[in-house]
């Protein structure tokens, strides 16, 4: 975006109306709508910004802001972070790290299966190995091997 226009966080959400309301005060309301899998809609009122004062400010033509699906689940976790931005860190040590190590070691970019049911079961499979890998790591073969014996 160009610099000295409205940033998206300028425009204010109606979810009852579900429309935005850009900072010259006018509604912007649903124009289109993503296809398959782009769970999208793009807000636009051209006729309002033909004649609107901040124009200048805000595009060369007309405004468009697009918003995703579930993008008011995404507000509150940013909202939830601005408050305990210690979280993230917190989650970057715990979570990031194993699925880094899938990611890289395991080379499981992308899962091959589609559809959720399958998808959980081969993540399942995926976080199963490794399990069994950080523990044959931290525990050794032989701790290993009696555990499994009883």
Known sequence: MLSGFFRKDEFRYDATQDAYVCPGGHELKPIRQGRLRDMRKDYANVSACRDCSLRERC???YRAVSRLENEDALERMEERIAVR????????????????????????????????????AEFSL?????????????????TMMAAVRG
């Open 85 to 120: 931005s210690d979280i993230l860190d917190l989650r970057r040590e715990i979570v990031e790290h194993p699925f880094g190590t899938i990611k890289q070691w395991m080379n499981q970019g992308a899962f091959l299966m589609r559809g959720l049911e399958k998808v959980r």
């Open 126 to 142: 995926t976080a199963l190995a490794y399990n069994l890998r950080r523990a044959l790591n931290i525990l050794g073969v032989e």
């Open 59 to 61: 595009t060369n033509t």
